[in-house]
């Protein structure tokens, strides 16, 4: 099975700040990689596909990057409703690993 | 719009076996994979296999094989997860989700709103 890393595993930030969330893959998964938001008590939410594109309606401070084995989130200026948890998935092979997450709060 | 819709929570004992439904609705059923995706308590998300709606063909995560088994009714729009012989670590919260190919990767574009299964003696 090919292992997803996400870091950091937690981060505190703060209203307006830029962030960038990572996820390593075992093995080169092309641009095969997902990215996911999720809230408390919520499924999770599709952000990003094939590594960089925006899913629609999903605003353009999310901006996805990569290819290979390391990929990256970033949030441009964060929203008080970004404060969630963020997952990176691959679907190059199956079985479709996610990573183990980033949580993100408010500092 | 379109809208994945999952039955209740269930509670069983060790060693039963649980199904889960996941009725579509406001799109083309057969033209989208369905996956089932599971969430233990305070844990990250775990893939468990998928469905092609149109034919019916399975793929399996190898840590379930045996133990699962994904279906889909056509005419009722309907995927469904049984699980058998079920342990404590078995008790999540699982998901359905539709599953779009073109133009990219593989994706979970839309998702039902998950099924708590505890499993509890």
């Known amino acids: 099975d090919i292992r997803m890393t996400q870091s950091p595993s937690s981060l505190s930030a703060s209203v307006g700040d830029r962030v960038t969330l990572t996820c390593r893959a075992s093995?080169?998964?092309?641009?095969?990689l997902n990215w996911y938001q999720q809230k408390p008590g919520k499924a999770p939410n599709l952000l990003i596909f094939?590594?960089?594109t925006l899913q629609s309606g999903v605003p353009s401070r999310f901006i996805g990057g990569g290819s290979g084995t390391d990929f990256s989130l970033t949030i441009s200026s964060l929203q008080p409703e970004d404060f969630a948890t963020y997952y990176c998935?691959?679907?190059?092979?199956?079985?479709?690993?996610f990573g183990q997450g980033t949580h993100m709060e408010i500092k | 719009q379109v809208q994945l819709v999952q039955s209740g929570a269930e509670v069983k004992k060790p060693g039963a076996s649980v199904r889960v439904s996941c009725k579509t609705s406001?799109?083309?059923?057969?033209?989208?994979?369905i996956h089932w995706v599971r969430q233990a308590p305070g844990q990250s998300l775990e893939w468990m296999g998928w469905?092609?709606?149109?034919?019916?063909?399975?793929r399996y995560s190898e840590k379930f094989q045996g133990r699962v088994t994904i279906t889909r009714a056509t005419s009722a729009r309907t995927a469904y997860m049984d699980l058998s012989s079920l342990r404590s670590e078995d008790t999540a919260v699982y998901y359905c989700?539709?599953?779009?190919?073109?133009?990219?990767?593989?994706?979970?574009?839309?998702w039902g709103q998950g099924t708590l299964v505890t499993v509890s003696s």
């Open positions: 989700a539709r599953s779009t190919l073109e133009d990219g990767s593989p994706r979970l574009d839309s």
């Open positions: 406001g799109y083309t059923f057969i033209l989208h994979n």
């Open positions: 469905i092609n709606a149109d034919n019916g063909d399975t």
């Open positions: 093995q080169n998964v092309g641009t095969f």
């Open positions: 094939s590594a960089s």
């Open positions: 998935q691959q679907t190059y092979n199956a079985p479709h690993t």
